[in-house]
């Protein structure tokens, strides 16, 4: 039976048949509650690896961060707001009064 699933690329079914057949035993379910389970779980993992080949294959722009380690950047120049909030040295502070 595994060959037949292999070949009718079912892999989710050869891979949990046995498994759901002594769940379903036990349990005492009829044979179209253990197809039932079987085909929507093929079912789910089908459109679950759809979404990731549709995700994978969209090549969605990434974002790179100067705070990232994977060389995106000048690695000798800081970012430009690190001393955003720094006050200009040749600047006397105010004061209170």
């Known amino acids: 039976m595994d060959a037949q699933l292999r070949r009718l690329h079912l ?4 891979g949990h048949y046995q498994a759901l057949a002594t769940k379903a035993a036990e349990q005492q379910r009829s044979h179209l509650d ?5 085909v929507e779980g093929e ?3 089908l459109e679950n690896r759809s979404i990731e080949r549709r995700i994978r294959n969209a090549r969605f722009p990434v974002l790179k961060s100067s705070m990232t380690s ?3 950047g000048p690695k000798d120049q800081p970012p430009a707001n690190q001393n955003l ?7 006397p502070r105010p004061t209170s009064s």
Not at 11 to 14: A, D, G, L, S, V
Not at 34 to 38: D, I, K, M, T
């Open 43 to 45: 079912a789910t993992m």
């Open 34 to 38: 253990y197809l039932e389970q079987l």
């Open 70 to 72: 994977s060389g995106a």
């Open 11 to 14: 892999p989710y079914i050869q």
């Open 85 to 91: 909030f720094v006050w200009p040295s040749s600047q």
